[in-house]
T-cell receptor, first 113, second 114 residues
Framework: DAGITQSPRHKVTETGTPVTLRCHQT?????MYWYRQDPGHGLRLIHYSYGVKDTDKGEVSDGYSVSRSKTEDFLLTLESATSSQTSVYFC????????????FGPGTRLTVT | AQSVTQLGSHVSVSEGALVLLRCNYS??????LFWYVQYPNQGLQLLLKYTTGATLVKGINGFEAEFKKSETSFHLTKPSAHMSDAAEYFC????????????FGTGTRLTIIP
C-alpha cells in the first residue's frame, strides 16, 4: 500500500469554524490531490498540487484553500465550515506524467453541524 | 473536457454469475481510463487501467475491461462473481497530454446475492 495517511480520520465541527485536514505521504510523489465524495456525485476534485508551493483549483474549490510547504504534506483548509461541506474527504498522490495512477488515502469523514 | 457516465448506480448479481459494470466516457484527447474499487469505510484501490496498447486489460481479483474507442466505452467484467466483490466501483478518465487530473463517474454499488 502507498504510504498515505490522513488526519484526523473523523471530525465533527460547527458551522462557521475553520477546519484543516492533513494529508501526509512517504512516497515522495510530486502530485497530490484533495477530493470530496458525496452520494450520487462520485469523487470531485477540490484542489491539487504539482509541487511544493504549486497548487491549482479543481471543479469544486469554492470555500476551500490548500497549502503545500513540503513534498510530503498537503493541507486542506475550510476557512468557515458550512453544512454543505459535510462529506468524506480523500487525499490522493501520483508520480506525475510518467505515472497516471493515483493512490488514495483512507479518507476523513467531516460533519459540519 | 472529460466526463464519465456509469450506467446503473446499483447492480445485483448472483454468486458465480457474470459481473458487468458499464462505463462510457467523453474526452477531447486520447484518454487514459481507470477502474477503482472502494470497500466500505476504505479509500479507493486501483483495479486496472488502460493507457495505450492492448485494448483488453486485466486487473486484480479476476476483473478485466475492454477499451472500445468506437463505442467510447470501458466496461468492467468478471466471469464469476464472488461474495468478496461486493463494493462500490468507480470508472475514471484522465487525459494523456499534460493533464493528470482524474474525472470520476458517480459509481456503481455491486451487491452479490448468495
Amino acid at each position: 500500500d502507498a504510504g498515505i495517511t490522513q488526519s484526523p480520520r473523523h471530525k465533527v465541527t460547527e458551522t462557521g469554524t475553520p477546519v484543516t485536514l492533513r494529508c501526509h505521504q512517504t512516497e515522495n510523489h510530486r502530485y497530490m490531490y484533495w477530493y470530496r465524495q458525496d452520494p450520487g456525485h462520485g469523487l470531485r476534485l477540490i484542489h491539487y498540487s504539482y509541487g511544493v508551493k504549486d497548487t491549482d483549483k479543481g471543479e469544486v474549490s469554492d470555500g476551500y484553500s490548500v497549502s503545500r510547504s513540503k513534498t510530503e504534506d498537503f493541507l486542506l483548509t475550510l476557512e468557515s465550515a458550512t453544512s454543505s461541506q459535510t462529506s468524506v474527504y480523500f487525499c490522493a498522490i501520483s508520480g506525475g506524467r510518467s505515472s497516471y495512477e493515483q493512490y488514495f488515502g483512507p479518507g476523513t469523514r467531516l460533519t459540519v453541524t | 473536457a472529460q466526463s464519465v457516465t456509469q450506467l446503473g448506480s446499483h447492480v445485483s448479481v448472483s454468486e458465480g454469475a457474470l459481473v458487468l459494470l458499464r462505463c462510457n466516457y467523453s474526452s477531447s484527447v486520447p484518454p487514459y481510463l481507470f477502474w477503482y474499487v472502494q470497500y466500505p469505510n476504505q479509500g479507493l484501490q486501483l483495479l486496472l487501467k488502460y493507457t495505450t496498447g492492448a485494448t483488453l486489460v486485466k486487473g486484480i481479483n479476476g476483473f478485466e475491461a475492454e477499451f472500445k474507442k468506437s463505442e467510447t466505452s470501458f466496461h468492467l467484467t468478471k466471469p464469476s462473481a464472488h461474495m468478496s466483490d461486493a463494493a462500490e466501483y468507480f470508472c475514471a478518465v484522465s487525459g494523456m497530454f499534460g493533464n493528470e487530473k482524474l474525472t470520476f463517474g458517480t459509481g456503481t454499488r455491486l451487491t452479490i446475492i448468495p
